[in-house]
């Protein structure tokens, strides 16, 4: 079973960027859709971005298209996030997930078919 640990969240002023880690043991990342999700205080967890074992297939939230991008590094068995021009709204804790055998369809809207989390990372934007 793959085992994921974020780093990289902090406290940055709107505008601002941030690269956010997720390295995994255990398991490759190449074989595995690994994900990025988000949850702010009183409010669901929220899909952010995710790559496709493989293929390399990216996918973005509507909220964080043109402004975050997602990728991995295989040598490094790593996942990086590249969060630029943060909103106030973009804070919240962000998780790194991984999974196997996920459809398309669950890659965005499925959070429980992924096979594991991390503990999360705090981001924090300050307007």
């Known amino acids: 079973q793959v085992h994921v640990v974020e780093s990289g969240g902090g406290l940055v002023q709107a505008g601002g960027s941030l690269r956010l880690s997720c390295a995994a043991s255990?398991?490759?990342?190449?074989?595995?859709?690994m994900g990025w999700f988000r949850q702010a205080p009183g409010k669901e967890r929220e899909f952010v971005a995710a790559?496709?074992?493989?293929?390399?297939?990216?996918y973005y939230a509507d909220s964080v298209k043109g402004r975050f991008t997602i990728s991995r590094d295989n040598a490094e068995n790593t996942v990086y996030l590249q969060m630029n021009r943060l909103k106030p709204e973009d804070t919240a804790v962000y998780y790194c997930?991984?999974?196997?055998?996920?459809?398309?369809?669950?890659?965005?809207?499925?959070?429980?078919?992924?096979?594991?989390y991390g503990q999360g990372t705090q981001v924090t934007v300050s307007s």
């Open positions: 997930a991984a999974g196997r055998r996920l459809i398309v369809s669950d890659i965005r809207r499925n959070p429980d078919r992924y096979d594991t």
């Open positions: 255990g398991g490759t990342i190449n074989t595995y859709t």
């Open positions: 790559i496709r074992e493989n293929s390399g297939t990216r």
